[in-house]
DNA sequence: TCAATATCTCAAGACACATTGACATAAAAG
DNA sequence: CTTTTATGTCAATGTGTCTTGAGATATTGA
């Protein structure tokens, strides 16, 4: 990931919908959501979650696929997780005070811990 | 970092002239830089500069002192890290594809080396 | 083909943001 | 105390973004 692609990353994100969106698409999984049943839990009509959901697209942090009638949504994880390695790549100019708690933070995920490096 | 936090820090990085401010003040270390220094390297009238610097102080990014006639702008460490850490909380709700790759990126850095979970 | 469902497109209006230039404030030097 | 240096404030302007409502498109089923 570059600068204009971050840009464009944190630009989408910065909204409180879009934001929402990602975050709930994250946990949906790899399947994703179709449009209606993320409009109905952001409490958002059709033509404004169409337009959130089409400026995430452009970002590169959702892809869509049709299905039937309606249309599904799934989250980028490569773009999502680049971004992460965007901005702790920042930490990495001979500063580690970033990235040191972000770490820490990372340990506390519950996520599949990371190899030891060793 | 909650929810509204991470909105503002999100906007304010999202703009070209201060994501770049915020990366120059990560690698200019704790003692950050002066304004001048920083209008400098960005090619910033002082008007311009002053309103996005403001506006990253607001978002709780940077912080400042005044310095005899100068003022000396620096991150804010922990308002970086806990970005990062909010956005990786997304991948702790049950699906670690996001994580594993940012884990990969982390990996990758040049950082003193997380401590083994162990 | 007709109707129903699901989603997108478009134009309009309101609001927020970035830039500029002129001016104001603060600190130090002479 | 006046001047110089460093930075911030303010108003004006142009541009971008979000929301809304009406309507268009695509898919399925009767």
Known sequence: MDEPQ???A???LSQETRLRIVRLLVTAGPEGMA?????????????RLSFHLAHLEAAGLVQ????????????VYDALSGL???????????????????V???????CPSPEPAA
Do not use: K, N
Not at 36 to 47: K, L, P, V
Not at 84 to 102: K, Y
Not at 104 to 110: F, G, I, P, Q
């Open 10 to 12: 944190l630009g989408a």
């Open 35 to 47: 449009a209606g049943a993320i409009g109905e839990a952001m409490g958002a009509t059709s033509s």
């Open 84 to 102: 992460i390695a965007f901005l702790m790549r920042d930490c990495c100019q001979g500063h580690p005070e970033v990235c040191t708690p972000a």
């Open 64 to 75: 869509s696929r049709r299905e039937g009638r309606s249309i599904r949504y799934s989250a």
């Open 104 to 110: 820490a933070a990372l340990s506390a995920c519950a």
């Open 6 to 8: 971050a840009l464009d």
